[in-house]
């Protein structure tokens, strides 16, 4: 009996050996008929050649640099020695942090931000889903005063040079606080009541004083904090939300250390503390009004962009349950060929082709309001899509765990990667509001709750 099912998929030495036997040949032949995760629903009319080539990029990129080290990572999580350098690899050498600042700026101005950002996810989830909640998120903050008609000009001049530059510079979104979570994103019945982190005007700087937990990239790995206050603690008036600025390196910023997580070891998440942070006034996104409106086009796109990541993610189990069962001979036929096993692998395909089908049509929703009519920053956008990432993350869920049921104690080993994608996925139904949010969210959208 062999100790772990090392290389089981990855060299023919053990299957040669008898201990598996070998039907790659036959796998092979039946390969070249077999569709293949680019198979699965990718509307061509609306994924512009160009994105599909970033996205390709990016996946080769992910297979030749990443995924010798993706095990690595895992241990990683404290120190981001690895981490770090494949970060700015990303993000600066392969432009993802420059992807949507203005040209101006340095950037190179993507259009369809939803669509590249939907590419982006998916691609970067099927290797590590953690590096690319790590990767997106140096930006997802900024996305009020990047896009238009919304664009902050005089920001984006002011911070371009740094995300677009040579040298790694990383944001990130800080919502949550130690006794608000989801409550800070239930903005339609909270309406920031419990946000307490503020902002207080002093002349021409904004004084900030709070304490913020778990954001992605935040601990030591963040260089700009996206900071979601109130300019008046306990308010429910939308025009004391605020986004202001605060880079790390300003006088009062404090961070903790790294939290260990079950999953998703290349995310950093930690405390940050403000203690009478000064930022220059214009460091607050918009104003009033405007910074809770436009931050709610953020908000959807993290929505859209965690269900892109289940994708990303669930196309990798395809992938290796597909040549696992393939492979793995079980009372005298290959394990595809059982019907209780054919009916896990018809359930893999359809949570694929359902999640993707869905996440596509909110993308190209969100990205061409002149079809759809509804701005981005629609709050009614935030409230479906809601609906979009519970599903997303209730599948992904499934697929992880029913693919690891039949791999046996294989999927349960670290040696198959199916163990790493169902210990990193389980946050992305808990995060931004959890399961909770997601749930309320949605049905107050299709069935107009008045009191929850
Ligand atoms: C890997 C990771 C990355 C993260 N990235 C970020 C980030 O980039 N930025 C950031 O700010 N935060 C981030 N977070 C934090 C995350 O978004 C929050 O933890 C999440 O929103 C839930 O908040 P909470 O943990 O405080 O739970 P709580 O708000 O205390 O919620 C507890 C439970 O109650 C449910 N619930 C909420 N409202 C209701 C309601 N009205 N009725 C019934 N049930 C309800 C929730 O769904 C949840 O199940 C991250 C967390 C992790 C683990």
């Given at each position: 009996m062999p100790a772990t099912g090392r290389s089981l998929l990855?060299?023919?030495?053990?299957?040669?050996?008898?201990?598996?036997?070998?039907?790659?040949?036959?796998?092979?032949?039946?390969?070249s008929k077999m569709p293949t995760i680019d198979d699965f629903i990718r509307p061509r009319e609306w994924v512009s050649d160009f994105v599909s080539e970033m996205g390709k990029v990016l996946r080769r990129w992910g297979e030749e640099r990443y995924v010798p080290m993706r095990r690595q990572v895992d241990e990683d999580w404290r120190e981001h020695k690895i981490v770090e350098p494949l970060l700015k690899e990303v993000l600066v050498d392969l432009g993802i942090n420059a992807a949507f600042f203005p040209a101006e700026a340095g950037g190179t101005e993507m259009p369809e931000p939803m669509t590249v950002c939907a590419v982006m996810?998916?691609?970067?989830?099927?290797?590590?889903?953690?590096?690319?909640?790590?990767?997106?998120?140096?930006?997802?903050?900024?996305?009020?005063?990047?896009?238009?008609?919304?664009?902050?000009?005089?920001?984006?001049?002011?911070?371009?040079?740094?995300?677009?530059?040579?040298?790694?510079?990383v944001g990130c979104?800080?919502?949550?606080?130690?006794?608000?979570?989801?409550?800070?994103?239930?903005?339609?019945?909270?309406?920031?009541?419990?946000?307490?982190?503020?902002?207080?005007?002093?002349?021409?700087?904004?004084?900030?004083?709070?304490?913020?937990?778990?954001?992605s990239n935040s601990g030591k790995a963040a260089d700009l904090f996206v900071v979601v206050c109130t300019t008046r603690k306990g308010s429910t008036d939308p025009n004391d939300f605020a986004l202001v600025l605060a880079p790390a390196d300003s006088t009062g910023v404090s961070v903790g250390n790294p939290y260990q997580k079950a999953g998703m070891a290349a995310d950093l998440n930690s405390d940050i503390w403000f203690d009478e942070v000064r930022v220059p006034k214009r460091y607050r996104f918009h104003g009033p009004g405007d910074d809770l409106k436009y931050w709610k086009r953020a908000i959807t796109m993290g929505n859209i962009g965690s269900a892109a990541m289940c994708v990303g993610i669930m196309k990798s189990v395809y992938e290796i349950v597909k040549k696992f069962t393939s492979q793995r001979v079980v009372a005298g036929k290959t394990l595809k060929?059982?019907?209780?096993?054919?009916?896990?692998?018809?359930?893999?395909?359809?949570?694929?082709?359902?999640?993707?089908?869905?996440?596509?049509?909110?993308?190209?929703?969100?990205d061409h309001p002149e079809i759809y009519g509804w701005d981005p920053w629609d709050e009614r956008?935030?409230?479906?899509?809601?609906?979009?990432?519970?599903?997303?993350?209730?599948?992904?869920?499934?697929?992880?765990?029913?693919?690891?049921?039949?791999?046996?104690?294989?999927?349960?080993?670290?040696?198959?990667?199916?163990?790493?994608?169902?210990?990193?996925q389980k946050v992305?139904?808990?995060?931004m509001g959890g399961k909770g949010l997601k749930t309320l969210e949605n049905a107050r959208y299709w069935y107009d709750l008045e009191t929850l």
């Open positions: 990855r060299s023919g030495d053990q299957m040669d050996a008898g201990v598996f036997p070998d039907h790659s040949e036959a796998v092979a032949k039946q390969g996810a998916e691609e970067l989830a099927r290797i590590d889903s953690g590096f690319a909640t790590a990767c997106l998120c140096s930006v997802w903050g900024l996305m009020p005063i990047l896009l238009t008609p919304h664009r902050n000009m005089d920001l984006c001049m002011e911070f371009g040079p740094r995300f677009c530059g040579d040298e790694l510079y979104h800080a919502m949550t606080e130690s006794d608000s979570g989801a409550d800070v994103e239930n903005f339609g019945r909270m309406k920031g009541r419990t946000i307490r982190t503020t902002a207080r005007l002093d002349g021409n700087e904004w004084v900030i004083n709070g304490h913020k937990v778990w954001p060929e059982h019907s209780m096993v054919a009916d896990m692998l018809s359930e893999v395909a359809v949570c694929i082709e359902s999640t993707s089908a869905w996440m596509w049509q909110y993308a190209r929703e969100l956008f935030v409230l479906k899509s809601r609906g979009l990432a519970l599903y997303a993350s209730t599948v992904v869920e499934r697929v992880c765990s029913r693919a690891m049921d039949f791999m046996g104690s294989y999927g349960y080993s670290r040696e198959f990667d199916v163990e790493k994608h169902w210990r990193d992305i139904g808990i995060w």
